[in-house]
Each structure stands twice: as structure tokens, then as C-alpha cells.
């Protein structure tokens, strides 16, 4: 009991918690929880796949500020899965971008979030509401199906959708090429130099 007292502490739930039932508990309360449960099995590296997608906003950053906190305290690893930018710019330290199953861009997130250089990320990014609501943002749309992802066309997986697909992309899937200190890009056309 000393070891669950101790956990859920850790992750800023209080002694009582644990005697309550599930049904008892917030949202935020049940992610300390899930986070705690992990911790217990004294692990390294953890998984978040999606963590704070169905908590409002001022419970997200309490979770977020939580792992971010733990991360430091405990030395832990994530492995971080969202959609949501901001997010992911705010917990991680790498970004690996990926389109279908395939990586189109890997790199310090602080290096990804200034210098983006796969038109799929600029497309992500452009999408990201502006800070202020009279900040012009111009945003990239894309057109063009997804392809299927049992039933992949030659070449590039954004090749349908990126507006500056040419024939050399449609050829063949282009390889990850370092572009700067830790920064790759699985583009052909600006590893050559024709987009930026």
C-alpha cells in the first residue's frame, strides 16, 4: 500500500485516491492514474499514444507539465503519438513526421518547428492556428486522395498530394538524407535543391 501511496503522490494525487472507485475519477485524474500504473513496473521508456486528446485544454497542460515533470525527475523516455501540434511541440525534444506508415522528416524539434522542409510538414504546420486572431497565417491545402495503404502507387506516399510533385517523384520512394545537424528529409526534390 506504502508503494501506491507513494505513486499516486508522484503523479499529484492525494492518499485518499486510493480508495475511490474508477468511477469516481476525472479524466485527468484517471491519466495520473495510468501514468502511475506504468511508473510502477519501473520502466524507462513509455509509450503515450494520444495521452491528452479527450481532456479540455487546462487539464491537458496539468498532464502535460505532469510528464514533462517526470520526465526530468525520473529520467524517462517517451515515445509521444498526436496530431496535435502544439502539443508535440511543447513535450518533445525529436519529431519524427510520418505520412501512410513512412517518415518523411525526423530532427530536433526546435530545428523541424524553424526550418520544416517536407511540403507535408509545411502543410501540417500552416494548419496550426495563428497566437493572436489578427495574425495573418497562410495555410497550404491539400488536394487529392489518400492513397490506400494496402495498395501504395510508385514513389513518393505524398506524391498525390504535394504541389510540387513531378514525374522523378512518382518513380521511386525517396530515402531519408540529412539536410543539417540532426534533420533528415525523404524529399527528392528539395534534397536537389528545387523546393525550399
Do not use: W
Not at 503519438?81 to 530536433?108: A, C, T
Not at 530545428?111 to 489578427?134: G, Q, R
Amino acid at each position: 500500500m506504502r508503494q501506491v501511496i507513494e505513486l499516486l503522490k508522484l503523479v499529484g494525487l492525494d492518499y485518499y485516491h486510493s480508495i475511490r472507485y474508477p468511477h469516481e475519477f476525472s479524466g485527468g485524474q484517471r491519466q495520473r492514474i495510468n501514468i502511475a500504473r506504468a511508473l510502477s513496473m519501473d520502466i524507462k521508456l513509455l509509450v503515450c499514444d494520444e495521452p491528452v486528446s479527450a481532456l479540455d485544454v487546462s487539464v491537458q497542460a496539468q498532464v502535460l507539465n505532469l510528464l514533462k515533470k517526470l520526465k526530468d525527475e525520473l529520467g524517462l523516455t517517451y515515445i509521444f503519438i498526436s496530431h496535435d501540434l502544439s502539443v508535440v511541440k511543447y513535450i518533445s525534444d525529436r519529431i519524427i513526421i510520418m505520412y501512410l506508415g513512412r517518415i518523411m522528416e525526423i530532427g530536433d524539434a526546435k530545428e523541424i518547428y524553424a526550418n520544416p522542409a517536407h511540403p507535408y510538414t509545411k502543410a501540417l504546420f500552416s494548419a496550426i492556428p495563428p497566437v493572436s486572431p489578427y495574425e495573418k497565417k497562410e495555410t497550404i491545402e491539400l488536394k487529392g486522395e489518400i492513397p490506400s495503404p494496402l495498395n501504395m502507387p510508385p514513389g513518393c506516399p505524398f506524391g498525390n498530394r504535394c504541389p510540387f510533385c513531378t514525374e522523378i517523384c512518382k518513380q521511386s520512394v525517396p530515402e531519408l538524407k540529412a539536410i543539417g545537424d540532426n534533420h533528415e528529409v525523404a524529399c527528392v526534390r528539395y534534397q536537389r535543391g528545387e523546393i525550399s
